[in-house]
Nanobody, 122 residues
Framework: QVQLVESGGGLVQAGGSLRLSCAAS???????MGWFRQAPGKEREFVAA????????NYADSVKGRFTISRDNAKNTVYLQMTSLKPEDTAVYYC????????????????WGQGTQVTVSS
């Protein structure tokens, strides 16, 4: 089992930045991790993922060049640095983990955090 706790969400103006963190505990060795988000009335969508080593990253087209995923395995923590935020980035952001590859499909992920709200005002 893997437990995930997100932090760092909040309210920011368009063009601003936020960094989300996700602390993992439990059987964290060799898990890929990532982020999904869900806006009100919309489907949950993939944001970014990173392999255990950090050598492989995967981003949704909508965030490429603006968001950066990274991890610190010594701290069992994954980060999502978000820059040039837009109102359409407003959503609840969920941290996810899987013993498999850093995939973009929600079904690939066994473990989900509770989510953290990100609100971008125009």
């Amino acid at each position: 089992q893997v437990q995930l706790v997100e932090s760092g969400g909040g309210l920011v103006q368009a063009g601003g930045s936020l960094r989300l963190s996700c602390a993992a505990s439990g059987r964290t060795f060799s898990v890929a991790m990532g982020w999904f988000r869900q806006a009100p009335g919309k489907e949950r969508e993939f944001v970014a993922a990173i392999s255990w080593s950090g050598a492989i990253t995967n981003y949704a087209d909508s965030v490429k060049g603006r968001f950066t995923i990274s991890r610190d395995n010594a701290k069992n923590t994954v980060y999502l640095q978000m820059t040039s935020l837009k109102p359409e980035d407003t959503a609840v952001y969920y941290c996810v983990a899987t013993p498999l590859v850093a995939a973009a499909r929600a079904a690939e992920y066994d473990y989900w955090g509770q989510g953290t709200q990100v609100t971008v005002s125009s």
